[in-house]
């Protein structure tokens, strides 16, 4: 900066706190009077421009424009609300796409594995809405052979997928009807195949077992032709008159003769020496 | 004319209610937002007078200035800067796409007529020559170097303030100013307005 520069705007900055007039600064700097004259009078005759100010006709004109605009634009009277509904869409959106992604990402984990609680909990999810639920405990008992066969070889994990494998095969059980037993028991019994050729042998349980409640029953029928069986009186039984017979047990005689086993003859056996050969 | 003397640093008086005006604007109360412009309309009219030289936009800028601040309420926060700093902000932005979208500008001869709407406070024919010469002459300026001088002693705003409106560094805005200063001052002694 020059001192021409530097003149300029210590006089500037003067002028502008009110420190002092135009007369003063160039009084304070008669080398540079001359180039600061104009200068200084220049900002200080645009401050002039102050004066200027709009007729109340203008305000007024431009207040109704402005009034008709602002009722054709209202403003939302929360608008933090709308900020915070935006930014809850955003989180929920974000949120969403988390989960699907780790679903999707959920669904290969294995026993034992961070991922694996939420695979079944996503399956629990899809049985829940689905529409054929028995369809759907057919894939998870198809996925809990392919874990079983997996983790065959770690000990943990085997014990704990074995126990998911045999939970869904019971559900299985227990949706058995007459319209899908073909299909469940068809579906089982080549699971129980597939673990066989794997090495894996599933302890002995009660899965041929049909529920009794399952069976077909036999229905009455509503016009019946037989002739009903005659109604039996219950027996009575007087249980004061039953006879005084104690049972005995005889003891058999034990025998006189105790048998004795008789050690066999002492033969030290000897070895003889055949006669040398001529 | 010869100008001796000038005022101090200008200083609005503060509106006491300004931040509730504001709350209460933010909440869709349009007689509050009335209320600020009202406070501030002057100021923002002057500003785009002295930017624009066809008088006939000054009435449009000023309503679309309100308006937008009106729709972006919301973007201002209370406290961060003055709220006329931000309409001045808005002003200034508005101005630049005017120009940059006005295609068939008016040759400047044309354009110089003072609007009749903007009064001065005695009639008298040499302030209104004066202001309009002014006008003229700021319109010799970039833009950056107008808006530096109108911000600072039209405006009366201090160069921190003009700095973040215009978006740059105090000294740049300094360095326009004094630049602005002295073609304005050659131009105004050719003319022999100073």
């Known amino acids: 900066m020059t001192e021409f520069e530097k003149a300029l705007q210590e006089c500037l900055y003067n002028l502008e706190q009110g420190d002092s007039n135009v007369d003063e600064c160039l009084r304070r700097y008669p080398k540079h009077a001359r180039q600061l004259e104009p200068i200084l009078l220049t900002s200080a005759y645009l401050q002039r421009g102050r004066e200027a100010r709009p007729s109340d006709a203008f305000k007024a004109r431009v207040r109704t424009k402005l009034v008709k605009q602002m009722y054709a634009h209202p403003r939302k009277p929360a608008g933090s609300n709308f900020m915070f509904m935006r930014l809850a869409v955003g989180l929920a959106v974000v949120f969403l796409a988390l989960l699907a992604t780790g679903t999707v990402y959920a669904q290969g984990a294995l026993p034992g594995t961070a991922f694996y609680a939420w695979k079944l909990a996503s399956e629990n999810a899809w049985r829940v809405v689905s529409s054929d639920p028995v369809g759907i405990d057919l894939v998870i008992a198809e996925r809990r052979v392919d874990e079983l066969i997996a983790v065959r070889d770690e000990p943990t994990l085997y014990s704990q997928a074995l126990e998911a494998y045999l939970k869904v095969t019971e559900r299985l059980k227990s949706e058995i009807d007459t319209q899908n037993k073909?299909?469940?028991?068809?579906?089982?019994?080549?699971?129980?195949?597939?673990?066989?050729?794997?090495?894996?042998?599933?302890?002995?349980?009660?899965?041929?077992?049909?529920?009794?409640?399952?069976?077909?029953?036999?229905?009455?029928?509503?016009?019946?032709?037989?002739?009903?069986?005659?109604?039996?009186?219950?027996?009575?039984?007087?249980?004061?008159?039953?006879?005084?017979?104690?049972?005995?047990?005889?003891?058999?005689?034990?025998?006189?003769?105790?048998?004795?086993?008789?050690?066999?003859?002492?033969?030290?056996?000897?070895?003889?020496?055949?006669?040398?050969?001529? | 004319m010869t100008v001796r003397s000038i005022q101090t640093a200008y200083k609005d008086p503060p509106l006491l209610e300004e931040a509730q005006l504001i709350d209460e604007a933010k909440s869709g109360d349009s007689q509050a937002f009335a209320k600020l412009y009202d406070a501030y309309v002057e100021r923002v009219s002057r500003y785009i007078y002295f930017r624009v030289s066809e008088a006939i936009d000054t009435e449009d800028l000023v309503s679309q200035v309100f308006l937008k601040a009106w729709e972006n309420l919301d973007r201002y926060k209370i406290g961060t800067s003055p709220f006329i700093a931000w309409l001045y902000t808005i002003a200034r932005n508005l101005v630049i796409d005017h120009y940059r979208t006005k295609k068939d500008s008016l040759p400047l001869e044309e354009a110089i007529a003072l609007p009749s709407d903007m009064e001065m406070p005695d009639e008298e024919a040499q302030t209104r020559f004066d202001l309009q010469a002014m006008r003229d002459a700021l319109q010799f300026l970039t833009s950056d170097q107008q808006q530096a001088l109108i911000l600072k002693y039209i405006a009366g705003l201090p160069n921190d303030s003009i700095a973040k409106?215009?978006?740059?560094?105090?000294g740049t805005v300094r360095g326009l100013q004094m630049r602005a200063l002295q073609t304005l001052s050659k131009y105004m002694r050719e003319k022999e307005l100073v």
């Open chain 2, 165 to 170: 409106i215009m978006n740059k560094q105090e």
């Open chain 1, 182 to 278: 073909a299909q469940i028991l068809t579906v089982l019994d080549a699971q129980v195949e597939e673990l066989h050729q794997s090495g894996i042998v599933l302890p002995q349980t009660d899965q041929d077992v049909i529920p009794p409640s399952d069976e077909p029953t036999l229905t009455p029928l509503s016009t019946s032709t037989a002739t009903p069986l005659p109604v039996l009186e219950t027996p009575q039984v007087d249980l004061t008159n039953l006879p005084q017979i104690v049972p005995t047990i005889q003891v058999p005689p034990e025998p006189d003769i105790i048998p004795t086993i008789q050690a066999p003859p002492k033969i030290i056996p000897t070895l003889e020496i055949p006669p040398p050969i001529p």
